[in-house]
C-alpha cells in the first residue's frame, strides 16, 4: 500500500511539472494494465531456454555488425 502510494504522489508531481510525461506514464500504465487483465495466463512452461537471452544477443550482435563496418570503412581515410 505504501509503494501505491508513493507511486501516485510521485506521479502527480510529474503531471504537475511536465504534462507530457505523466500522460504518457498515466497512458502506458493503462495499457499495461488492460493487457494483463484481458491477455489470459500465460503458462512459462513451453518457453525455450535461449528465448529470454535473445532480445541481449540480437542487440550484442548488431553492435559487432556496426562496429566492424565503421572499421573497414574507417581503414580508408
Request: net charge positive; hydrophobic share 65%; glycine share 12%.
Amino acid at each position: 500500500m505504501i509503494a501505491i502510494v508513493v507511486v501516485l504522489v510521485l506521479c502527480g508531481i510529474i503531471v504537475r511539472s511536465r504534462p507530457q510525461l505523466g500522460f504518457g506514464i498515466v497512458l502506458g500504465g493503462g495499457l499495461a494494465w488492460a493487457g494483463l487483465a484481458l491477455a489470459p495466463h500465460i503458462s512459462l512452461t513451453p518457453i525455450p531456454v535461449w528465448l529470454p537471452a535473445l532480445p541481449f544477443a540480437t542487440v550484442a550482435l548488431t553492435l559487432f555488425f556496426f562496429g566492424f563496418l565503421a572499421w573497414f570503412w574507417g581503414t580508408g581515410r
